[in-house]
């Protein structure tokens, strides 16, 4: 099992920046790919970026150039770096991980409003 806990979010002015960070605990040495995820009201849950225990990383069209995913050397935390804030990145900012085996994990989510 792994536990994921998020943390970073908060209330940004448009072109404002933030960083989410992502904590794993448990059996963090089956996760393979983490992610982020956020779902915005009335829409449904997207992929925003996306890390490989390689290195290897994607992103949505939407955050390209404005969002940086990352992770540590010690395999147990992932952040994402948000910058050139919208009101339309407005949303609950959710960490996941995928582990060998076909499980997944969810963090409790964090709140991220950009607004002036």
């Known amino acids: 099992q792994v536990q994921l806990v998020e943390s970073g979010g908060g209330l940004v002015q448009p072109g404002g920046s933030l960083r989410l960070s992502c904590a794993a605990s448990?059996?963090?040495?089956?996760?393979?790919?983490w992610g982020w995820y956020r779902q915005a009201p009335g829409k449904q849950r997207e992929l925003v970026a996306s890390?490989?225990?390689?290195?290897?990383?994607t992103y949505a069209d939407s955050v390209k150039g404005r969002f940086t995913i990352s992770g540590d050397n010690a395999g147990n935390m992932v952040y994402l770096q948000m910058n050139d804030l919208k009101p339309e990145d407005t949303a609950v900012f959710y960490c996941n991980t995928n582990h060998r085996g076909g499980t997944v994990s969810w963090g409790r989510g964090t709140l991220v409003t950009v607004s002036s």
């Open positions: 890390i490989t225990s390689g290195g290897s990383t």
């Open positions: 448990g059996d963090i040495f089956s996760i393979y790919v």
